[in-house]
């Protein structure tokens, strides 16, 4: 009876959301994700703010930097902006570490700044998606404060202790620890409490009904304000089996599979939904890694679990340092059994880059000066027509690439850092380390963003935070702005296409030319609407045997000057041609 209803609201929003003759519903009344939503169409560019643009010059991005380019920002013809931490921190991890999540840190300004960005954003129909970072908190937070002063504090129990007393506790690995061990002793109390990340990020105990209605209340205060989402920071991780036990030897290897979805961490989703995100229907959710496979994945975002609204995985960037170590036919498949898996429910983000990543040019493409703008334009492409809510991270829309730093005194992240020092102390090999960080370091994608060829790349007349890359004068935004071909231009016309064309939102999803190593070929189609997008994700010229006639067909994107319908079976060097198929 339950399903028959399913059945009955799926044809009903169908027919309403889509106006369709009966004929056509029944070809496509079996997909869900024809329910349209502002979130499956939108196109959400990732701002990091530390390296944006610094308004006082203090070297430091703000958001009065962020405010003076938000004319910028709607030029993109995006939908939504990702915001990554603004709240008050002390900085450990870049914002991750929060000390107080209702207000703003002084280095970003104040929170009439804030609203005066969140009006400027909704003036010009962007919306806003915020980080939220409950996984941890920061250790100077008033909660972890009070924790850590003694056992029989009222915040004891927002954090994971082990008393001292009782030994040492089992081993636990941690991301961003020196020696990596997740249980850092603390004198005051003689325990040790858990830090999955650096020793200035303790994890918060979901497992405390107190603290889940703290953090149910700090995202009410947040929507109130008329945000309009939130990226789950580490959410997989925020359930424990807090009887901790022994894990396997090499288990940090999955760590996903060992910390991720621990023993209630969906019925805290559940209750957060029912608690907070049921009543702000509007808001969407996005999971920052959702587990190890696409069954995982599908169970943050199952409509009919009601907890979160878009899976975010990380088997696709997990390629090893670059594409070729993974090779395209895997990748290709990465893609398409997550596509398999969501094609009637649930939804996905794309994406290929983001502020823990390396430059999407360096590991996907090629950042050569013969192929860096054309690569990216096919990265880009690649981004804006796939099934999913495209995600891309600021910068990638005007080629910025790898900064490969020679020093690790120009690293600021705490995860080179730590790990550097790590290596140190056990006598390993820092040159090959700091080798193999000029492609891997998350910093690599952190560097200011370069808005034209004055001094620091025109993000601040101060020292900026972070080095500038050395490429700005001949990467940077003005350059891009003035050439109609530019990668920056070509990017806006992708996104324009993905809103006149609803088949790059709603439609099905197909491989084309499985094997191909060279290749990424797919169609799109919706309503007698089908388009094929063409990749060559390789520097060669490459042939493509797709088995769609195209020869009547329209070229409605190229990534080359000048492109012809005709043979159309090669493929030039990073050539990206999306076809109307006639
Ligand atoms: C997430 C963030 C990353 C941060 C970590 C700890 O993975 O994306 O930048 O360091 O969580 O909060």
Redesign the pocket.
């Known amino acids: 009876m339950k399903n028959l209803h399913v059945k009955i609201a799926i044809y009903l929003t169908i027919i309403f959301s889509f106006n369709m003759s009966y004929s056509q519903v029944t070809v496509t009344k079996s997909s869900s994700n024809l329910d349209k939503k502002w979130w499956k169409e939108a196109v959400i560019y990732q701002i990091y703010p530390r390296s944006f643009k610094d308004s006082n010059g203090d070297g430091v991005g703000d958001l009065k930097g962020i405010i003076s380019k938000l004319d910028y920002i709607k030029s993109l013809g995006i939908d939504a902006v990702w915001l990554?931490p603004i709240y008050e921190s002390p900085n450990d991890?870049?914002g991750?570490?929060i000390s107080n999540y209702r207000e703003i840190m002084k280095d970003f300004g104040t929170m009439e700044d804030f609203d005066v960005l969140l009006k400027g954003m909704h003036a010009r129909g962007i919306k806003l998606i915020m980080?939220l970072?409950v996984?941890?908190s920061s250790d100077e937070h008033e909660w972890f404060k009070q924790a850590r002063s003694s056992r029989d504090n009222k915040y004891r129990d927002y954090y994971h202790w082990w008393p001292a007393e009782k030994g040492k506790p089992t081993y636990r690995w941690s991301?961003?620890d020196v020696n990596s061990e997740a249980w850092k002793y603390d004198a005051p109390t003689n325990s040790y409490y858990l830090h999955?990340?650096?020793q200035k990020?303790p994890d918060l105990n979901w497992e405390n009904p107190k603290l889940r209605n703290e953090v149910y209340d700090i995202m009410r205060f947040w929507l109130d304000k008329g945000i309009d989402g939130f990226r789950m920071?580490?959410f997989q991780f925020a359930s424990k089996d807090t009887t901790w036990p022994e894990l396997p030897k090499g288990y940090e290897k999955q760590i996903e599979k060992y910390y991720g979805k621990g023993p209630h961490l969906h019925e805290y989703l559940q209750e957060m939904n029912r608690e907070v995100l049921s009543k702000y229907p509007n808001a969407m959710t996005v999971a920052?890694?959702a587990g190890t496979s696409p069954k995982d994945a599908m169970e943050f975002v199952d409509p009919d679990r009601k907890e979160l609204n878009i899976a975010y995985h990380f088997e696709s960037v997990s390629v090893g340092d670059c594409l070729s170590d993974l090779g395209l036919v895997k990748f290709k498949n990465i893609f398409s059994k997550y596509d398999e898996e969501f094609k009637d429910k649930g939804w996905l983000s794309i994406f290929l880059a983001?502020?823990?990543q390396p430059r999407m040019i360096n590991k996907f493409g090629s950042d050569t000066p013969e192929f860096r703008e054309l690569s990216s334009k096919m990265l880009s492409t690649f981004v804006l027509t796939m099934r999913g809510t495209s995600f891309y991270y600021n910068g990638d829309e005007i080629g910025m690439t790898n900064a490969k730093f020679n020093s690790i005194d120009d690293y600021q992240d705490?995860?080179t850092r730590n790990k550097y020092f790590g290596l140190k102390q056990k006598g390993g090999d820092l040159s090959a380390f700091l080798e193999g960080q000029k492609q891997t370091s998350?910093e690599n994608g952190r560097t200011p963003f370069q808005w034209d060829a004055s001094k620091n790349a025109g993000f601040t007349t101060g020292k900026p935070w972070l080095k500038v890359n050395q490429n700005y004068t001949t990467v940077n935004a003005e350059i891009e702005e003035n050439n109609p071909n530019s990668i920056l231009n070509y990017f806006r016309k992708i996104v324009k296409l993905r809103k006149q064309y609803p088949v790059l939102v709603y439609g099905k999803y197909t491989l084309l030319d499985k094997e191909n190593p060279k290749v990424f070929a797919y169609t799109r189609e919706l309503e007698g609407k089908k388009l094929l997008v063409l990749l060559n994700f390789s520097s060669d010229s490459a042939n493509v045997k797709t088995g769609v006639e195209f020869e009547n067909s329209k070229i409605i994107s190229s990534n080359y000057p000048t492109s012809t319908i005709n043979n159309r079976s090669v493929l030039r060097p990073y050539e990206a041609l999306i076809v109307e198929v006639k």
């Open positions: 990554n991890d870049n991750y570490d980080d970072v996984n941890h991301f961003f999955y990340f650096s990020q920071d580490a920052e890694g983001n502020h823990d705490v995860d998350r």
